[in-house]
């Protein structure tokens, strides 16, 4: 069965310092692997997501994420964190059949001024 | 953009009633699902329909039903609330099977129910 843990359940970043959000999952089959973002009171918006291909994905906002498949992560980076980056960051992975998602319990992360 | 609407941002129900909680999307996507979110707990699949008037079972379905008469609207039922279902709904839907297709998602109801 699938499943995707993110390590820390809260993060803090001062202003225009790197932003890590750890994501590692498990998945019997090459899997498709995503990250969402969500701003307070808003459903989730799409980030970025990897599917075959290059490991390294960009994504929308200056967000990448690597795929590593030998550690099972997809971790999410960022170079330099701004006040609007402060939301709450979903990992998600699918097997690519019966559109069965598994998000992780997600990360909330705040920028400091 | 795909737009998926959800038909109330917010809800506040009594214990016993009968609640409806409305999606509907605008780019003729195949799945449609709904999910609860709560805090600490991540998102949890209810249910979900990959084509009209067909449906099937999320991890968390005991409570709900659901319809999907149209392809662009799915509902979710709880046909008589409580109050464990306090919660934050999502609505979503996307294109093809197979699984690298991303899901789209609604804004979210938050139903009280007291």
């Known amino acids: 069965a699938q499943s995707v843990t993110q390590l820390g359940s809260h993060v803090s970043v001062s202003e225009g310092a790197l932003v890590l959000l750890r994501c590692n999952y498990s998945s019997s089959v090459p899997p498709y692997l995503f990250w969402y973002v969500q701003y307070p009171n808003q459903g989730l918006q799409l980030l970025l997501k990897y599917t075959t291909g290059a490991t390294l994905v960009k994504g929308i906002n200056g967000f990448e994420a690597e795929f590593k498949k030998s550690e099972t992560s997809f971790h999410l980076t960022k170079p330099s964190a701004h006040m609007s980056d402060a939301a709450e960051y979903f990992c998600?992975?699918?097997?690519?059949?019966?559109?069965?998602?598994?998000f992780g319990p997600g990360t909330r992360l705040s920028v400091l001024p | 953009d795909v737009k998926v609407t959800q038909s109330s941002r917010y809800l506040v129900k009594r214990t016993g009633e009968k609640v409806f909680l409305e999606c509907v999307q605008d780019m003729d996507h195949e799945n449609m699902f709904w999910y609860r979110q709560d805090p600490g707990l991540g998102l949890r699949l209810i249910y979900f329909s990959y084509d009209v008037k067909m449906k099937e079972k999320g991890d968390i379905p005991e409570g709900y039903s659901v319809s999907r008469e149209k392809k662009e609207r799915f509902s979710l039922i709880l046909e008589s609330a409580s109050t464990n279902q306090t919660s934050m709904y999502l609505c979503?839907?996307?294109?093809?099977?197979?699984?690298?297709?991303?899901?789209?998602f609604g804004n979210g109801t938050r139903l009280t129910v007291t």
């Open positions: 998600a992975v699918s097997e690519g059949y019966g559109q069965n998602f598994v």
């Open positions: 979503a839907s996307s294109f093809v099977s197979g699984g690298s297709s991303p899901l789209h």
